[in-house]
């Protein structure tokens, strides 16, 4: 196993859902983390959790992938010892509304093309070149099930997560001939705030994506990530897909009544 013992692991999105399971399962490995988000009171207070936890470093940030500046100057100056990046977890990311195309909010659109695509674009700009100059780091992007699986009402989603597959793959080409890793963990229905984000709020309407099944945990994501993260350098795991066992696809997921379960 490769070992991740005071490397540099950047998570973006770490304030809660995947991005916050996958801090958990690094600092189990000694790494220290690079934490970011945007609600930096609870990425604080769950940055004490870790370090008393495990005793690791971490250096939180706040960090809106959306806005370019706000990227470059925060990568820019970060403290010294936290520039040397080994492993970026472009995590952050969202799913907000559910429409027609023709009903669609164009917020709503603006929203998920600038955090999930845009936002990764900033943050790998700003991080693969000093991966490359100092011949060492791994990016594992958070795609999704939806990048290639399209369903109703998922246009700009399912658009969204397609382009971040495609950059997975380019940036692969791009980068080979140098030690840099790029992997994809593309995860089906998983249980965390996702839905209630994509709902704006409605939490009873966002219960009902879970309803019936066993999701999958950002747990079992994290995991993945973790696996990937921890191969030998000469071993680059390409694509991670997991799915909940009772979801087959995206639009096909076998629910059971509450009475039968
Ligand atoms: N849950 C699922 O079923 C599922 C399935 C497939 C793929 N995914 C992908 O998994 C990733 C993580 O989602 P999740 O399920 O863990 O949802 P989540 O619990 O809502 O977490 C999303 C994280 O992204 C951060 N974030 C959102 N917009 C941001 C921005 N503009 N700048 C910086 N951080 C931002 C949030 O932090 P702040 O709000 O504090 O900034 C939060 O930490 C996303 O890319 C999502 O598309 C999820």
Redesign the pocket.
């Known amino acids: 196993m490769h070992s991740l013992k005071n490397k540099i692991v950047f998570i973006?999105?770490?304030?809660?859902?995947?991005?916050?399971s996958c801090a958990v399962q690094f600092a189990r490995q000694g790494a220290k983390l690079l934490l970011?988000?945007?609600?930096m009171e609870?990425?604080d207070a769950f940055a004490d959790g870790l370090r008393k936890k495990f005793s690791v470093d971490i250096h939180t940030i706040h960090?809106?992938?959306?806005k370019r500046s706000e990227v470059e100057s925060t990568m820019d100056t970060l403290p010294s010892g936290w520039k040397k990046i080994s492993v970026l977890v472009n995590?952050?990311?969202?799913?907000s509304g559910m429409a027609t195309i023709q009903d669609g909010d164009v917020d709503d659109w603006e929203k998920m093309i600038?955090?999930?695509v845009k936002?990764l674009l900033y943050v790998s700009r700003a991080v693969i070149p000093g991966m490359i100059q100092r011949g060492e780091g791994h990016v594992i992007n958070?795609?999704?099930?939806?990048g290639y699986e399209f369903y109703p009402k998922g246009n700009v989603?399912c658009a969204t997560?397609a382009a971040v597959n495609a950059l997975t793959n380019t940036m692969r080409l791009d980068l080979n001939g140098t030690p840099i890793r790029v992997s994809t963990i593309?995860?089906?229905?998983?249980?965390?705030?996702?839905?209630?984000?994509r709902f704006h709020g409605d939490k009873e309407r966002a219960n009902k994506t879970y309803e019936g099944i066993t999701?999958?945990t950002?747990d079992d994501?994290a995991d993945a990530v973790l696996y990937c993260a921890t191969r030998s350098p000469h071993v680059n795991i390409q694509q991670v897909v997991l799915t909940p066992t009772a979801q087959a696809s995206t639009t096909i997921v076998h629910r059971v009544q509450t009475s039968q379960k």
Do not use: H
């Not at 973006?12 to 916050?20: L, M, N, Q, V």
């Not at 995590?91 to 799913?95: R, T, V």
């Open positions: 973006t999105g770490a304030s809660s859902g995947i991005g916050a970011a988000a945007r609600r609870r990425l960090l809106d992938v959306r995590n952050a990311g969202l799913a600038d955090t999930n936002g958070i795609g999704s099930i939806a989603y997560k593309d995860p089906g229905l998983v249980e965390t705030e996702f839905s209630i984000v999701p999958l950002p994501i």
